[in-house]
């Protein structure tokens, strides 16, 4: 028995092959995405070090770190990581065995002076006195010696008697005479020893301000604080305020470099989706200033260079402490090419 088959207008087409098509033009462009992508990513891993210098950076502020000259113990932080502090504000309190240690030395040495000019005055006094009997005795004595030297009849041991007691007369003068006068100018060398001792530990009190810990400008407060309880030596930061008038980049320039960044170059700065223009201002050698901040990224080797970089007028800049990447292009011919597919790709 034969069926007829009636076929469909040939213009309409077939739905399997429409399937069949599709699945394979999606097919070949996922393998073209795929092979493209993966040569791009080859190209632009090994070729961007040869177009740009690319390194990370830390955005920063001048630090003005706060610390005191002595051993101290922090009693009180009255401030946070990030706040807002104005110049002069209380941001804490310490203790400091040392001061007292220092100040009750000093004390004991006002008490021996305040002792010793005691006792001198009290010689002087006895001195002055009794100054003015001792010289008339002595000008009895050589009276009475001159008188018995007109007289013939005196006996040699009143003779003898009266010089003794001339000569004991003249010594008494005498050394009273050297006790007023030194003494004199040991009273003035202890007012000026005491006036230093008193400048001296003026000076230790008004450093310390009774425990009070200033902040010496306006700013915003660093990670770096220490806590209530903590032990400082001398000179060991209690704070660190960075000053958000004055915003820049410690970019860290990579080791691997075909060409030294020079001042003046023009970088682009990375955070997050933002490209912010900017300025190198300063290339800055690794010092121990740095070495103690600088951060370790992943595996990457220390940088042996610092590169300062200002941001251009008119942008708002990343919030201190955030970590950025820095771009220098090579060439300007780069540079141009590499703004122009940015704004054609919306990235900026």
Same mark, same amino acid.
């Given at each position: ?7 469909? #207008? ?30 791009? $990513? ?16 830390? =955005? ?29 504000? =209380? ?29 001198? *005055? ?6 002055? !006195? ?30 003898? #008697?009266?010089?003794? !007691? ?21 009273? %003035? ?8 001792? *008193? ?12 425990? !009070? ?8 407060? +660093? ?10 030596? @001398?000179?060991?930061?209690?704070? !660190? ?20 960044? %020079? ?18 201002? #300063?290339?800055?050698?690794?010092? #121990? ?7 370790? $990224?992943?595996?990457?080797?220390? @940088? ?16 201190? +402490? +955030? ?9 300007? $011919? ?15």
């Amino acid at each position: 028995m034969n069926i007829t088959i009636n076929r469909l #207008d040939p213009n309409v087409p077939d739905p399997i092959e429409s399937r069949r098509r599709a699945a394979g033009r999606l097919v070949r462009f996922a393998y073209g995405a795929t092979v493209f992508g993966v040569l791009a $990513f080859f190209v632009i891993y090994f070729g961007a070090p040869l177009v740009l210098l690319s390194g990370p950076g830390t =955005v920063t502020a001048p630090r003005y770190v706060v610390s005191l000259p002595h051993i101290v113990q922090i009693k009180t932080m009255n401030v946070v990581p990030g706040a807002t502090v104005k110049a002069g504000q =209380v941001i804490g309190t310490v203790n400091s065995p040392q001061v007292d240690s220092v100040i009750a030395t000093y004390m004991n040495a006002l008490a021996d002076i305040a002792v010793r000019r005691a006792e001198l *005055r009290v010689k002087l006094r006895v001195a002055q !006195e009794s100054l003015a009997s001792s010289r008339s005795y002595l000008r009895l004595t050589e009276e009475t010696i001159a008188h018995i030297e007109e007289m013939s009849s005196a006996s040699l041991s009143y003779r003898v #008697d009266m010089y003794r !007691e001339r000569a004991q007369a003249l010594r008494t003068v005498v050394s009273q005479e050297a006790e007023i006068a030194e003494a004199t100018v040991q009273l %003035t060398d202890l007012d000026k020893f005491n006036q230093k001792i *008193r400048g001296h530990m003026d000076a230790i009190e008004g450093s310390f301000a009774g425990g !009070e810990v200033l902040a010496p400008v306006a700013g915003v407060v +660093s990670t770096n604080v220490a806590y209530a309880g903590q032990s400082l030596v @001398a000179g060991a930061p209690i704070a !660190e305020i960075l000053d958000p008038t004055d915003i820049f980049v410690d970019w860290y320039v990579p080791n691997e470099r075909l060409a030294n960044p %020079t001042i003046d170059d023009q970088v682009q700065v990375l955070f997050g989706n933002r490209r912010i223009p900017g300025t190198i201002i #300063d290339i800055l050698p690794v010092s #121990d200033i740095y070495a103690g901040r600088q951060p370790q $990224f992943g595996g990457d080797r220390q @940088a042996t260079q610092i590169a300062r970089v200002r941001f251009n007028n008119g942008v708002t800049p990343p919030p201190l +402490s +955030s970590t950025v990447y820095v771009h220098m292009y090579y060439t300007h $011919f780069t540079a141009r090419i590499a703004k122009w597919l940015i704004q054609l790709l919306r990235l900026d």
